[in-house]
């Protein structure tokens, strides 16, 4: 998930949803995808990097796991449960942001969102409640509740000891550029 927030970090800077990608956009806000959206447009980039997010869920059946239904509901499981931790890592170590920036009022693409307790848009946590549901039925709830406070956990910690580091190095990375020396032509 981390590593997720960091690339979309890389792509989107402060704009995100992909709001100034060369990628389309579409939005209606009667459609059944934008409202499974939450609300946001639907973008090519998304469509790819939640296919590219989805594949890689899937990995463990390429490296010798049995596929069958309970498995595949335990892949979901996870899945379900670091799509929303990878989003919100993006606010949280983002520098054009932080946790202190991640508010209804200052999120437009979970303005239209339901937050619970000021804290986080539904959406999210409902992505937990499915990633439960999953879980219950590859009958490893106990597990995936282990991987929710893990999750927790990890993310407690990077607040403390990783942001400070990556925002420093994040803005060190960006006071020059090499662009000029490449002799990149269209």
Do not use: C
Request: glycine fraction near 4%; proline fraction near 4%; avoid cysteine.
């Amino acid at each position: 998930a981390l590593v997720f927030a960091f690339l979309e970090i890389e792509i989107e800077g402060k704009y995100a949803w992909s709001e100034k990608t060369q990628t389309w956009y579409r939005y209606n806000p009667k459609s059944i995808v934008n409202k499974f959206l939450g609300g946001k447009p639907l973008t090519g980039y998304h469509i790819m990097v939640f296919g590219v997010a989805i594949l890689i869920s899937h990995l463990p059946f390429f490296f010798g796991l049995p596929w069958n239904v309970n498995n595949e509901f335990w892949i979901l499981a996870i899945h379900f449960a670091w799509t929303p931790l990878w989003d919100y890592l993006w606010m949280v170590f983002n520098p054009h942001y932080g946790i202190t920036e991640f508010k209804q009022n200052k999120v437009w693409w979970y303005q239209n969102s339901v937050w619970v307790v000021e804290v986080m848009p539904l959406e999210q946590l409902t992505q937990w409640g499915i990633s439960l549901i999953f879980a219950i039925l590859a009958n490893k709830l106990i597990s995936q509740i282990y991987l929710l406070v893990g999750f927790i956990l990890l993310t407690i910690i990077s607040n403390f000891a990783l942001v400070p580091i990556y925002r420093k190095w994040y803005w060190q990375m960006r006071k020059f550029d090499d662009r000029n020396k490449t002799k990149i032509f269209h």
